[in-house]
């Protein structure tokens, strides 16, 4: 099966559950610089899969998927 949206790759749909969960999880955090960090981050996950994906190169997927991990490392 070919992928023709990144929008039908998993990754980008579970990291689009994980930025909606940060958003309601940190919805009244009062530490906003921290509540600004971690919710930027989370969606950062799903943007850098949507670029990368954009990029129409695997190499450059690639590279976006690792951008999207470390992302994914500072939300966890």
Do not use: H, P
Request: glycine content about 4%.
């Amino acid at each position: 099966m070919r992928i023709e949206r990144f929008e039908d790759i998993i990754a980008w749909q579970k990291a689009k559950e994980l930025a909606v969960k940060i958003y309601r999880l940190f919805e009244t955090s009062k530490d906003y610089s921290f509540k600004d960090q971690i919710q930027r981050a989370s969606v950062s996950v799903m943007n850098n899969i949507a670029e990368g994906f954009e990029r129409k190169t695997n190499n450059e997927f690639k590279q976006f998927l690792f951008i999207a991990k470390g992302s994914c490392g500072e939300v966890r």
